[in-house]
Nanobody, 115 residues
Framework: QVQLVESGGGLVQAGGSLRLSCAYSGSIFSINAMSWYRQVPGKQRELVAAITVGGSSSYADSVKGRFTISRDNVKNTVYLQMNSLKPEDTAVYYC?????????WGQGTQVTVSS
C-alpha cells in the first residue's frame, strides 16, 4: 500500500501561482511514476502532469509552459508548481502513484482561481 497526502491548494487570483505537494509513504519502493490529475464536477478526471522514476516528465497541452512537476526522493514528495493560473485551472487536484500496475490516490486538494 502507498499512502498519499496532498497539500497546497487554495484560492488565488488569475495570473497567480500555487505549489501543490504530495507526500507519499508506505510501500514506496518500485513506484514507477507519480502524476497529478484534476477533476471538476461533472467531468472526467484528467491527467495534468507525470514524472517517471527516471525523472522524465510530461504535461497536458493545456498546462505546458505554466506547470512544472518535480520530485524530491529524500523527502518522498512530489510537487506541482503552477504559474500563470487561469480560472479554467479551477479543480480538485489529485496525486497518483503507480506501483506494479496499481494506482494509489490521494484525497485531493481544491484549487480555485478567481478572474
Amino acid at each position: 500500500q502507498v499512502q498519499l497526502v496532498e497539500s497546497g491548494g487554495g484560492l488565488v487570483q488569475a495570473g497567480g501561482s500555487l505549489r501543490l505537494s504530495c507526500a507519499y509513504s508506505g510501500s514506496i519502493f518500485s513506484i514507477n511514476a507519480m502524476s497529478w490529475y484534476r477533476q471538476v464536477p461533472g467531468k472526467q478526471r484528467e491527467l495534468v502532469a507525470a514524472i517517471t522514476v527516471g525523472g522524465s516528465s510530461s504535461y497536458a497541452d493545456s498546462v505546458k509552459g505554466r506547470f512544472t512537476i518535480s520530485r524530491d526522493n529524500v523527502k518522498n514528495t512530489v510537487y506541482l508548481q503552477m504559474n500563470s493560473l487561469k480560472p479554467e485551472d479551477t479543480a480538485v487536484y489529485y496525486c497518483k502513484a503507480l506501483r506494479g500496475g496499481v494506482g494509489y490516490w490521494g484525497q485531493g486538494t481544491q484549487v480555485t482561481v478567481s478572474s
